[in-house]
């Protein structure tokens, strides 16, 4: 028989690592309260957690390393807000943002977990960002919260 590996959403004794970005924060703190719902729902204990702010979402890359590097944390929440403009500066942003995360995943084996919003509008963060529902900081919650037990299961 095929043996599956897969992870549940169990928060309790686990410790998790959020880095928000301040820029955009009328979206990301609403991404955030996200986040901690996610988390409470799974019996995360908040004391667990830990909220890094850094200026925007280009630096988010690098306080995710430190912290992931730190080994301190069962994983680490990306939480940002980039909408287009009129310039090409969205897509370097964007496209640093999601890069930097993925390797440091890669590279300290701590899941980072993308909860940055790359959108063409406000309407469309405002909509992601729970104005009218569905919420990306929970969802990076939840995803978080998988990939945590996942990788504490397949090093067993």
């Not at 955030?32 to 729902?41: N, S, W």
């Not at 908040?46 to 994983?75: M, N, S, T």
């Given at each position: ?10 928060g ?14 009328f979206?990301?703190?609403r ?11 799974h ?14 979402a ?9 912290l ?9 929440l ?5 909408i ?15 890069k930097?995360?993925?390797?440091i ?36 919650a ?15």
């Amino acid at each position: 028989m095929t043996k599956v590996i897969e992870g549940q959403f169990l928060g309790r004794g686990k410790k998790f690592a959020v880095v928000v970005a301040r820029f955009n924060s009328f979206l990301t703190e609403r991404l955030l309260e996200g986040v901690y719902d996610g988390f409470a729902r799974h019996e995360v204990n908040l004391d667990d957690v830990v909220v890094v702010r850094v200026p925007g979402a280009f630096e988010i890359p690098l306080a995710c390393q430190k912290l992931a590097q730190a080994k301190k944390y069962d994983a680490v929440l990306a939480i940002g807000a980039v909408i287009r403009g009129d310039t090409p500066h969205f897509d370097f942003v964007a496209s640093e943002v999601s890069k930097g995360c993925a390797h440091i995943s890669l590279e300290t084996g701590v899941p980072v977990v993308f909860g940055v919003l790359t959108t063409d509008t406000i309407e469309q963060a405002e909509i992601r960002s729970g104005a009218k529902g569905s919420n990306k900081g929970f969802e990076a919650a939840m995803t978080a919260l998988e990939m945590a037990d996942l990788m504490r299961k397949m090093e067993q």
